[in-house]
């Protein structure tokens, strides 16, 4: 499938997955970050370059060639993101617009199996969780505030950039959330099928 910039805006994609694996929404406090999951998928399945998430991250985005990244440079991504995603030009995100990008992006099949599982809507839950100010849609500073979060608590030392050692460390502590993630689901999945079981 070809990319597009629905496919990068993996804030979008990493919802959808969370909302598998979990059934609930709630998992996106959990190191959501767009670009931030990008450079850990692009790591994993293109182990040849770049060879880490950490890696990955500082070559998508440290345009100024210093070798760190800044709260600016990690943003950047987002604004054209937003704007593709916006597909009215309002200058919001709209459930409709939402859960248009999920059609547009992930196979049927699974958002049937979703809906059969009792799943929410992927489009009508990812603006629930993003629109802070509840007026049902979200605007361009609350599509960045996952990028923003998860960009603090990459920089630890709270100099306003974000080091490969720091990263490294915030790339690992994600890979063991998301570990432990499809731990609980494989145990859910588990749990429904001894209860669906005949008892011997």
């Known amino acids: 499938m ?15 997955r969370s909302q598998i ?5 709630s998992i996106l406090a ?15 399945e293109a182990p040849a370059a770049p060879t880490t998430p950490a890696d990955a991250f500082i070559q998508q985005l440290d345009t100024d060639g210093d070798g760190k990244v800044s709260l600016e440079e990690a943003l950047a991504p987002q ?3 937003f704007s593709e995603t916006d597909t009215d030009g309002d200058g919001f995100v709209s459930v409709e617009e939402a859960s248009t990008a999920f059609s547009n992006q992930v196979p049927a099949e699974m958002l049937e199996a979703m809906k059969e599982r009792g799943m929410p809507d992927p489009g009508e839950s990812f603006v629930k969780n993003l629109d802070k100010d509840g007026d049902g849609k979200i605007s361009i500073a609350e599509f960045e505030q996952p990028t923003v979060e998860s960009f603090k608590r990459m920089d630890t030392d709270g100099d306003g950039f974000a080091t490969k050692e720091e990263a490294t460390l915030f790339f690992e502590e994600m890979q063991r959330q998301m570990q432990e993630q499809m731990q609980q689901m494989q145990q859910m999945q588990q749990q429904q099928q001894d209860a669906a079981s005949p008892q011997q």
């Open 79 to 81: 604004k054209p993101r």
């Open 30 to 44: 959990v190191a959501i970050a767009g670009t931030f999951t990008t450079s850990l998928s692009l790591a994993q």
């Open 2 to 16: 070809p990319s597009t910039p629905l496919a990068e805006n993996s804030t979008l994609v990493y919802h959808l």
């Open 21 to 25: 694996m979990q059934r609930a929404a």
